[in-house]
C-alpha cells in the first residue's frame, strides 16, 4: 500500500483544478460571466487548500488580530444625549441647535421636574379641598429635599431658578429681597396662601419674626421700613408687577390652619373655597402681572359648562424650575459657602442630578399608598437615567445569550461517531463569532462612532444570529464533502461549494445596514454603520478564521480524537467491521460504491511508524466496480484508500438499518424531502400558493395605508415603570410643549418692527399655539419692551403737564417720568448725543405702534436695566445682552444722561405653548406651520426659526417615509447587481429582487394591521431585513440549479449545476460543485473533454 502524504499536503503532481478551469471555458466558447463565476469559485478552492495547509498559523494571526481590534473597545463611548441621539448632523434643525448654543451656551435656561396627580379611580375629579391638600403634600414634601454634597447641604432655595431678580441700590434691602425672592413653581397651589408653603426663603429683621412668604404682606412691609429707607423705586417697581399683598390676600384650602393669615377671605368664615372658581383662569405667582399660569398648565381632564365654567378636572400638575449647571456654578462662583471644596460646573451637575432623583424619590412616597390620589414624578434626571440604563451592556443577558447558543451548536453538532460529531467545532465557531462582533465593535470604537442603547441592546444579539448562520453552513458542508474527495482538498472544496453563498449573503447584509445608514437620526445611523461593520468582521472570521478551525477538526478525526475531549483517542480507531453480501445486493444506495462477492472481515490498526489507521483485508477478498458506474473511480483513485471505503458501507449499513425505524423519517428533512417539495412541485399547488400570497400582498398594500408615523416616548420606556405611568399621564393629560420663534442676525431690529410684529402675529394664529387669556398681554420682548415705553410715556406727560418736570429738570417727577426724559432727549448720534427740544417733539411709541429707529438699541439698554420682571416674563434671551445702566434720578450729571446703546441684536425669542400635540401628524401639522410663518418672515427680511422639542424629534418625520423609501430602491438595486455578477442569471437576479420587494411590502402592511407606527427605529428593521432575507433566496436559487448554466454542452445535470473541469495532471475526473445541494447526482456525457471514466 502506497504510503499517503501527510494530511494538509498535496501530491508533487497537483494541479489545483480552478487553474485549468478558465482555459477550458474559454475553449468552449462559453460566456464571460461564466469565467467570472469559476475564477471566482478557483480562488476560494485554492484560498481553502492554502488555509488547510497553513491553518495553525492563520488560526494564530485571525485570532491575534481580532482581539487587537476588541481592545478598542476600551474607548467605546456611549452617547445618552437626546439631542445627539436624534438630531441629524449637518441638517436644517442642527444648524439652527448649533447657532442658538453659540449665542446662549450649551444648556437651556433651566429644567423642569414635575408633579402629576390622579385619582385612582379613573376619571373621578380632583378639583376638590381634599385632593388639593394631598398635592399640598406631596409638593410639599418635594419642596423640603435636601442633599448633602461636598461638605454643604442643598435645598430648593439655593438651586432654584428665579426670574427678575430687580437691583436695588439699598443693601439691606437687596440682601432681604435676595434671601426671600422666590423660587419658580408653576402649581396650582398658588391660587391658595398654601402656595406659600413651597417658598423656603426667609429674611430676618430686628423686633419681628422671620420674615417667610406665608406671613409676608409687602405692602405693610413698605411701610413699616418707609421711615427708614429710601423705597420709592422699590415701591414703584411693586406695583407695576401687581404684588399686591401676595400670598397672603389668597383664601386658605384648609381655614382651620392656625397659621391661616387674617387677610386670607376665607379666615373668618372657616369656608373652604371653591376649588374649581379659584382655579378658573388659572393661577398667578407672588407677581399679578408678569407670572400667570394658564389652566393649561396645571389642570388636566377639564370639563366646563356650556357657558364656559370649568367644572371638573381629571388631574394636577406643579412644575419645580431649577437653575441649569452652568447658572448655579456661575451663582455660587467666588461664594464663601463655596470657595473651600474646588467649585466647578461639573460639581454643580452632579448637585443638580442628586437633589432631581431624590426629588423623583420622596414624592413617589410622599402619599400613602391607601390614599385615593396618587403621585407621578419625573425629572429630566430621570430621563437621563433611563437612557444611561439602556445604553449599558447587561453582562448577564449577553453572556446568557451566548452561552445558550455555544449549547445549541455543541448538542445540534455532536454525534455518536467521532469521525462525524462536530461538537468542538461548533463550540469554536460560537467563540470565533462573539470574538468577531467585539472586534466589529471596537473597530467602531477606534473609528469614532458612538454607542449607543440599540448598539449595547440589539446589535450583539443580531450579529450573532447572522454569524453563527454561515458557520453551521460551513461546517455542514465540511461534513458531507462529496464521496472520494481527497483529505487535502478538503477544505478547498468547502469553500468552492459554500462560499458564494456565504460571500452574497454578507454582502448583501452590508449593503443593507449601509443603506439604513440613510435614515436621518444619528442613533440609527451609527447602528446602522456599526452592523455594517460586525457583518463585516464576521465575514472575514468565517472565510478565513473558522476554515482553520475545520482544518484542525480534520486532523483531530484522522488522528482519530474524541471529539471536545481532543486529548484522548477514539475507541473505534481498532474494530472489526463485517460486510454482508445480500445487505449489498439488495441496496440501492448511492452510485459508486463498490458490489463486494464475499463476506470480508477488515481489520483496522494503528501503525507506529506511520501515525496512519492501516485497514487489512484478507487476500481472498476482491473488490469488483461496476462498469457502468463513471464516478466508481472516485473510490479507487490513489487519493482514496481501502479505510474509505468501509467507512462509507459502514455509514450505509446503518442508514439501511434507520429506515427500519418508523421515528427515522419524524424528521424536517425527511418531511422537506418526500412531502412538502413533491406537493410544490404539483401544479395545482403553485396555483393556490400564487393565489394566496398574492391575497396577502393585496391585503399588505391595503395595511400599509393604516401605518402611521410616530414614536412616543412611552413605546420606549418599560410598562409597568413609575416612569411610564408619569409618561401616560403626561400625554394624556398635559400635552403641552414650550417651544420659541427664534430671531436671528443679519437685519436691523429697529427698522423690522412691523415684519416682527406680523410673524409674532401668524405664528400665534396657528392650530396648534395656545392663545393666552384675553386679561394678558401677549408673551413677547417686543410687546413688553412697547408698553414699558407707553407706560413711562404716560408718566412723562403726567408730570409734564403738572410742572413736576420741566425742561431743566426732573427731579420733582416721578421715577418713570425721570426715565422718559432722559429717553425723550436721546438722539443717537455719538457727536451730540442730547438734544432737549425734542421733549416735547417726539414720543417714545408712535401712533403706529413702534419706537423710533434712532431710540430702539438706547430704550433697549434702559427697559433690561429698569423693568427685570418684564424681561424675565417675556423669555427674550438677547444677545449680545445689552449693557448694564443704572437709573438714578437724583443725578442731574452730564453722564447720567449719556444711555449707552445696546449692541444690535444676533439672537431673540418669542416664547409659545404648543397644546393638542397628541399624535405625529399633530406634531408634523404644527411644525409646517411655523416653517411656513418663518418662510413668510424671511421674504420680509427676517431670519427666524423655531426652537423646541417638536422641532428636535419629531422634524425627523416630514422626510422619514421618503429616506425609507430611497433606502430600500437603493438596496434592491444593489441586491440585484450583487446577485446578477455571483449568479451570473439576470433573470434569478430579478426574481430575488422580487421576492425581497413583496417581502418589504407585507412587512409594512402586517405594522398596520398590528398598530405599529412606523419610526426610524422600524425603519432600520425593514431595511435590515431587506438584507437578512437575501440569505433565504439565494440559498433556495442556488440549490434550485437556476444560477449557472451547465459547462459541457453534452452533461446531463440533476437538481443542481456542476462545473465540469479536468485536471491536466490528474486522471481522475472531477465535478465542481456550485450549489449547497446535498445527495444530488450528476453524469457527464462524452464531449467537451468531459471523460466518462478513468
Known amino acids: 500500500m502506497a504510503r499517503r502524504p501527510p494530511l494538509g499536503e498535496l501530491p508533487p503532481d497537483y494541479t489545483p483544478p480552478a487553474g485549468s478551469a478558465a482555459p477550458q471555458i474559454l475553449a468552449g466558447s462559453l460566456k464571460a460571466p461564466l469565467w467570472l463565476r469559476a475564477y471566482f469559485q478557483g480562488l476560494l478552492f485554492s484560498l481553502g487548500c492554502r488555509i488547510q495547509r497553513h491553518c495553525g498559523k492563520v488560526l494564530f494571526l485571525g485570532l491575534l488580530a481580532f482581539g487587537a481590534l476588541a481592545l478598542g473597545l476600551r474607548v467605546a463611548i456611549i452617547e445618552t444625549d437626546l439631542e445627539q441621539l436624534w438630531v441629524e448632523v449637518g441638517s436644517r434643525v442642527s444648524q439652527e441647535l448649533q447657532y442658538t448654543k453659540e449665542k446662549l451656551g450649551e444648556e437651556a435656561a433651566y429644567t423642569s421636574q414635575m408633579l402629576i396627580q390622579t385619582s385612582r379611580q379613573e376619571g373621578e375629579n380632583v378639583l376638590t379641598p381634599e385632593a388639593l391638600r394631598l398635592h399640598l403634600q406631596a409638593a410639599l414634601t418635594a419642596s423640603k429635599v435636601q442633599v448633602s454634597l461636598y461638605g454643604k447641604s442643598w435645598d430648593l432655595n439655593k438651586i432654584c431658578y428665579k426670574s427678575g431678580v430687580p437691583l436695588i441700590e439699598n443693601g439691606m434691602i437687596e440682601r432681604m429681597i435676595e434671601k426671600l425672592f422666590p423660587c419658580v413653581i408653576l402649581t396650582p397651589l398658588d391660587c391658595f396662601w398654601e402656595g406659600a408653603k413651597l417658598q423656603g426663603g426667609s429674611a430676618y429683621l430686628p423686633g419681628r419674626p422671620d420674615i417667610q412668604w406665608t406671613n409676608l404682606d409687602p405692602e405693610q412691609l413698605l411701610e413699616e421700613l418707609g421711615p427708614f429707607a429710601s423705597l420709592e423705586g422699590f415701591r414703584e417697581l411693586l406695583a407695576k408687577a401687581q404684588v399686591g399683598q401676595a400670598y397672603v390676600g389668597r383664601p386658605c384650602l384648609n381655614p382651620d390652619d392656625p397659621h391661616c393669615p387674617p387677610s386670607a377671605p376665607n379666615h373668618h368664615s372657616r369656608q373652604a373655597p371653591r376649588v374649581a372658581q379659584e382655579l378658573s383662569g388659572g393661577c398667578h405667582g407672588f407677581s399679578h402681572k408678569f407670572m400667570h399660569w394658564q389652566e ?222 440613510l435614515v436621518p437620526v444619528p ?152 412531502q412538502f417539495a413533491p406537493l410544490l412541485l404539483q401544479s395545482r399547488a403553485k396555483a393556490v400558493v400564487l393565489v394566496l400570497f398574492g391575497a396577502l400582498l393585496g391585503l399588505s398594500l391595503y395595511g400599509a395605508t393604516w401605518v402611521q408615523d410616530g414614536l412616543a416616548l412611552t413605546d420606549v420606556v418599560p410598562r409597568g415603570t413609575k416612569e411610564h405611568a408619569f409618561l401616560s399621564a403626561q400625554l394624556r393629560y398635559f400635552s403641552l410643549y414650550e417651544v420659541a420663534l427664534v430671531t436671528q442676525g443679519g437685519f436691523d431690529y429697529a427698522h423690522a418692527q412691523r415684519a416682527l410684529f406680523d410673524l409674532h402675529q401668524r405664528f400665534s394664529s396657528l392650530k396648534a399655539v395656545l392663545p393666552p387669556p384675553a386679561t394678558q398681554a401677549p408673551r413677547t420682548w417686543l410687546h413688553y419692551y412697547r408698553n414699558w415705553l407707553q407706560g413711562i410715556q404716560a408718566a412723562f406727560d403726567q408730570d409734564w403737564a403738572s410742572g413736576r418736570i420741566t425742561r431743566h429738570s426732573y427731579r420733582n417727577g416721578s421715577e418713570d417720568g425721570a426715565l422718559a426724559y432722559k429717553l425723550l432727549i436721546q438722539t443717537g448720534d455719538a457727536r451730540e448725543p442730547l438734544d432737549f427740544s425734542q421733549l416735547t417733539t417726539r414720543k417714545l411709541v408712535d401712533t403706529e405702534g413702534l419706537v423710533p429707529p434712532e431710540l430702539f438699541y438706547v430704550g433697549l439698554t434702559v427697559w433690561v436695566s429698569s423693568d427685570p420682571l418684564g424681561l424675565a416674563a417675556s423669555q427674550a434671551n438677547f444677545y449680545p445682552p445689552p449693557p448694564e445702566w443704572l437709573h438714578d434720578k437724583y443725578d442731574t450729571t452730564g453722564e447720567n444722561l449719556r444711555i449707552p446703546a445696546a449692541q444690535p441684536l444676533e439672537f431673540a425669542q418669542f416664547p409659545f405653548l404648543l397644546r393638542g400635540l397628541q399624535k405625529t401628524e399633530d406634531f408634523v401639522e404644527a411644525i409646517e406651520g411655523a416653517r411656513a410663518a418663518c418662510a413668510e418672515a424671511g421674504q420680509a427680511g427676517v431670519r427666524a426659526y423655531p426652537s423646541g422639542s417638536p422641532f428636535l424629534f419629531w422634524e425627523q418625520y416630514l422626510g422619514l417615509r421618503r429616506c425609507f423609501l430611497l433606502a430600500v430602491c437603493i438596496l434592491l438595486v444593489c441586491t440585484f447587481l450583487v446577485c446578477a455578477l455571483l449568479l451570473l442569471n439576470p433573470w434569478t437576479a430579478g426574481l430575488i429582487v422580487l421576492v425581497l420587494a413583496v417581502m418589504t411590502v407585507e412587512l409594512f ?18 431595511v435590515a431585513s431587506v438584507g437578512i432575507g437575501v440569505e433565504f433566496t439565494v440559498h433556495v436559487a442556488l440549490v434550485t440549479g437556476c444560477s449557472l448554466p451547465t459547462c459541457c454542452g453534452q452533461c446531463s445535470v440533476s437538481h443542481q449545476t456542476h462545473l465540469c473541469t479536468v485536471p491536466p495532471k490528474r486522471t481522475r475526473a472531477r465535478c465542481l460543485d456550485s450549489s449547497q445541494a446535498l445527495g444530488a447526482s450528476a453524469s457527464c456525457g462524452s464531449g467537451h473533454g468531459c471523460p466518462r471514466g478513468r
Not at 468565517?542 to 488522528?559: G, N, Q, Y
Not at 496512519?612 to 458506474?629: E, M, R
Open 296 to 517: 393649561e398648565l396645571l389642570l388636566g381632564g377639564m370639563a366646563r359648562s356650556p357657558q364656559g365654567q370649568l367644572l371638573r378636572a381629571e388631574a394636577l400638575q406643579s412644575t419645580f424650575l431649577l437653575m441649569s449647571p452652568r447658572q448655579l456654578y456661575e451663582h455660587f462662583r467666588g461664594d464663601y459657602q463655596t470657595h473651600d471644596i474646588g467649585w466647578s460646573e461639573e460639581q454643580a451637575g452632579t448637585v443638580l442630578q442628586a437633589w432631581q432623583r431624590r426629588f423623583v424619590q420622596l414624592a413617589q412616597e410622599a402619599l400613602p399608598e391607601n390614599a385615593s390620589q396618587q403621585i407621578h414624578a419625573f425629572s429630566s434626571a430621570t430621563l437621563d437615567d433611563i437612557l444611561q440604563a439602556f445604553s449599558e451592556v447587561s453582562a448577564a443577558r449577553v453572556a446568557g445569550g451566548y452561552l445558550l447558543m455555544l449549547a445549541y451548536a455543541c448538542v445540534t453538532m455532536l454525534r455518536w461517531d467521532c469521525a462525524q460529531s462536530q461538537g468542538a467545532v461548533g463550540l469554536a465557531g460560537v467563540l470565533l463569532v462573539a470574538l468577531a462582533v467585539a472586534s466589529g465593535l471596537g473597530l467602531c470604537a477606534l473609528l469614532g462612532i458612538a454607542f449607543n442603547a440599540a448598539t449595547t441592546q440589539v446589535l450583539p444579539f443580531l450579529a450573532l444570529g447572522i454569524g453563527v448562520d454561515d458557520i453551521f453552513l460551513l461546517a455542514h458542508a465540511f461534513a458531507e464533502a462529496p464521496p472520494g474527495t481527497p483529505l487535502q482538498e478538503r477544505l478547498g472544496e468547502c469553500l468552492l461549494r459554500t462560499g458564494p453563498s456565504v460571500a452574497l449573503t454578507s454582502v448583501s447584509n452590508m449593503a443593507a445596514f449601509f443603506m439604513a445608514a
Open 523 to 674: 442613533a440609527l445611523r451609527a447602528f446602522s454603520l456599526q452592523a455594517a461593520v460586525v457583518v463585516g468582521c464576521n465575514f472575514a472570521a468565517v472565510m478565513l478564521v473558522f476554515p482553520a478551525v475545520l482544518s484542525l477538526d480534520l486532523r483531530r478525526r484522522h488522528c482519530q480524537r474524541l471529539d471536545v475531549l481532543c486529548c484522548f483517542s477514539s475507541p473505534c480507531s481498532a474494530r472489526v467491521i463485517q460486510i454482508l453480501p445480500q445487505e449489498l445486493a439488495d441496496r440501492t444506495g448511492p452510485v459508486g460504491i463498490a458490489h463486494l462477492t464475499a463476506t470480508v472481515h477488515a481489520f483496522a490498526h494503528c501503525d507506529a511508524g506511520s501515525q496512519h489507521v492501516i485497514t487489512s483485508l484478507p487476500p481472498q477478498a476482491h473488490l469488483v466496480p461496476p462498469p457502468s458506474d463513471p464516478l466508481s473511480s472516485e473510490l479507487f483513485s490513489p487519493g482514496g484508500s481501502t479505510r474509505d471505503l468501509l467507512g462509507q458501507e459502514e455509514g450505509t449499513r446503518q442508514k439501511a438499518a434507520y429506515k427500519s425505524l418508523p421515528c427515522a423519517r419524524w424528521t424536517l428533512a425527511h418531511f422537506a424531502r418526500h
Open 1005 to 1022: 402592511g402586517i405594522m398596520g394591521f398590528l398598530g405599529i407606527k412606523l419610526s426610524a427605529i422600524p425603519v432600520v428593521i425593514l
